[in-house]
């Protein structure tokens, strides 16, 4: 798969590659179950919801590339993380899971845009 900025889409299929490497990560290195991806409801999209042994773990994936990566988690501001504490309340309402353990993690993964290589995938545990 060849993909650099100018391809029509690129956000969204590095994004959606981000995702999915994510989510794999999640499960085989952190053991992770995987309950629901792109969770979506009338506020908006969760990327991945997971469990921690006990603890429903909201994730928000940020995936980007080399040489313009920046502080990817800065990008998680107030008005998203409030965003997202909205979402999961929804979430949990929906499946009755109001009073269960719960966490808000971040992953980002930095990709080398020339072989589509992860250079690094960071998880931020209970980052907000």
Same mark, same amino acid.
């Given at each position: 798969m060849t993909l650099n900025r100018n391809t029509p889409g690129y956000k969204k299929k590095l994004g959606a590659l981000g995702e999915k490497i994510a989510r794999e990560h999640l499960q085989k290195v952190k053991s992770f179950k995987i309950v629901a991806k792109n969770y979506t409801c009338p506020l908006g999209e969760i990327d991945i919801v997971a469990l921690d042994k006990k603890t429903t773990v909201f994730v928000e994936v940020r995936s980007v590339s080399l040489p313009f990566a920046g502080l990817a988690e800065e990008s998680i501001g107030f008005r998203k993380? $409030?965003?997202?504490?909205?979402l999961a309340s929804y979430y949990l309402k929906e499946k009755g899971l109001n009073g269960y353990l719960t966490r808000f993690d971040v992953v980002i993964l930095l990709f080398d845009l020339d072989n589509?290589?992860?250079?690094?995938?960071?998880?931020? $545990?209970?980052?907000?």
């Open positions: 993380q $409030k965003k997202l504490r909205q589509l290589a992860v250079k690094e995938i960071k998880h931020i $545990k209970n980052a907000f």
